[in-house]
């Protein structure tokens, strides 16, 4: 989510923590958050890894004094260890706490959130922001392509048979994450097949447009642009985090989105 709609709507933004050695991070300030470029040769380096927030993280943020209650809305349990860290943090918790597995991650959890606080700041209570949230999750869609599949499989979250193989040297692979599940939905030769068979994912789920919607990339600029302007124009675009870079390497792109119309 783009820093302004954070300062907006008073979103908690809880970091994910990047080590990296201290010859190859010169020049490179993580507190900028999206849009910094990650050295290909760095994202390599076996010591770019990412810790996930503690659990103490999480209950100094729910335990601010700022608030009364919280929403603490996780990545999909299956992609992240996010949720099972809130979920204690919840459990320590004096004040009211309502923990939520966004059912996807990236961009697509950043158009969850963003739909919770925007009811809360329209003066909803916790019980109809968690149900603004809730259907959120359930409707989002994220489709999006990798340059490489080698950084992912090194971080290990999703299986090899789900990312599938990309083929050729070249070649990219295009998946969609929906309600926990990653499932692949073809390769492509070009940046400009990759970005319409993304158009072509969004048309079919979403025939009368987003309510909300993301361009994301990593790296790629240039693409998001294409696709944002094939998609009509969404409602932010978004560079990855060195954090993100570090997961999925650099040429990403995708979209997120939640279909307008009655909720299924």
Known sequence: MPAELVAKFGVCVLPI???LPEDGAAGLDPSDGQDVILPEALAREELAGANHPFVTEYLQAIE?????????????????????????????ATRPVVLVDARTAAAGQA????????????????????????????RVELVASLATLEPIRRSGPVPDDVLGDPGPSGMRSVFRMRDGTVEPIGTVATAEETLEKIRAAYVASAPRGAERSAVFHANAPYLAER????????????????????H????????????????S
Do not use: C, H, K
């Not at 990545?75 to 809130?86: D, K, L």
């Not at 650099?250 to 909720?263: F, K, L, N, Y």
């Open 64 to 92: 601010s004094p700022e608030f009364d209650a919280a929403v603490v809305i996780a990545p999909a349990v299956e992609f992240a260890t996010m949720y099972r860290n809130a979920a204690l943090a919840a459990e320590f």
């Open 227 to 246: 696709l944002n302007e094939l998609l009509g124009g969404a409602d932010f675009v978004s560079g990855f985090s060195i954090a993100m870079q570090v």
């Open 17 to 19: 923590s990047v080590f």
């Open 111 to 138: 158009l969850v959130v963003l739909a919770g606080a925007e009811a809360a700041a329209n003066g909803a209570g916790i019980e109809e922001v968690v149900r603004v949230v809730e259907e959120a999750s359930r």
């Open 248 to 263: 999925t390497g650099g040429g990403v792109v995708g979209a997120a989105w939640i279909p307008a119309g009655a909720a």
